[in-house]
């Protein structure tokens, strides 16, 4: 599959009231338990999708249009959602997350993007050289790896409780977990 | 985290609307990528719990109530959503499973499960002896692992228009797939 601008809009659309679907009056149980140290719960994913939409995706198209590869992006954060959620409720974060999502894609179509717009480079920190159309299409992949992580956390927390069913489910096994 | 039914039913009752959130309308390049032969697609994956609903969890449940560890359940047929969705439409299926799902939590709280009950033994067909607890924790597990796998399976379809961003993206190096 090769990427086409609408068929990623229309994933990234749906992000938001999907995880309201699964996570809005959810019991704490699930929705705050982790991996562990240093890793996300449900609640957290929330917050590190909100400091994306502020400071990652659009802020970076607009780079890559307006500087090219002469301004290299900023880094990243990917715990500042520890001190910007901090005493927020999750169906505050949904909401904030969901109007954010709404404003940077109504942004992203009135760019008006064309074909040769996508090849344009921009320069990340780490990674070196890198596409518009690469980060267009990583914004979309960051929604599924982080809906991803929140069905492997929630499922860890019945890791003892599914007995010897844990053979047949795949997400018990998962080391597919992001930097 | 210890199993309750309530927390689990919680999430139970919300797998309906998040995959529809997540699927409805969305185009077919994302519904109907599979990840290869004998692989399942979204579309897939929605038949695949309809045919839980229907011949699984809650008829399990009954078996072990009513007949314990005398009558081994029936084997479940992972690829029998290729005949039964065939021609039917996502919508429809999605429609389908809501109803089922609804109707089987009533049944399930009609039970009135006491926590004695939830060591009720009956016997798998391959894993041997289990019980009414590890049922139904799998039964919540077993959702959250085709989420999961709806998230990788989707992902993989833009796995070369990432470019370098591959590497901070674990869901495409996930290996938790179901068997």
């Known amino acids: ?27 704490d149980a699930w929705t705050r338990a982790n991996e562990g140290d240093g890793t996300f719960s449900a609640y957290d994913v929330v917050g590190h999708l909100i400091h994306g939409e502020l ?6 198209a607009r780079i890559i249009l307006e500087q090219g590869e002469t301004r290299p992006f900023d880094r990243y954060d990917r715990f500042a959602q520890a001190r910007e959620s901090a005493g927020r409720s999750l ?8 109007k954010l999502r709404r404003e940077n894609l109504a942004a992203l179509r009135g760019l008006h993007l064309q074909k040769a717009d996508l090849d344009r480079r921009g320069t990340h920190p780490i990674l070196g050289t890198v596409t518009l159309r690469q980060l267009l299409a ?4 960051h929604d599924l790896t982080h809906i991803h992580q929140i069905a492997r956390t929630m499922a860890n927390q019945y890791r003892g409780e599914v007995g010897p069913w844990h053979v047949f489910l795949g997400v018990l096994r998962c080391q597919g977990h992001s930097d």
């Open 1 to 27: 599959m090769t990427y086409a601008l609408d068929d990623a809009i229309a994933l990234l659309e749906r992000t938001p009231s999907t995880l309201a679907a699964l996570l809005r009056d959810l019991p």
């Open 55 to 60: 400071t990652d995706w659009m802020v970076r």
């Open 91 to 98: 169906d505050d974060l949904l909401d904030q997350f969901a």
């Open 138 to 141: 990583t914004w979309t992949v």
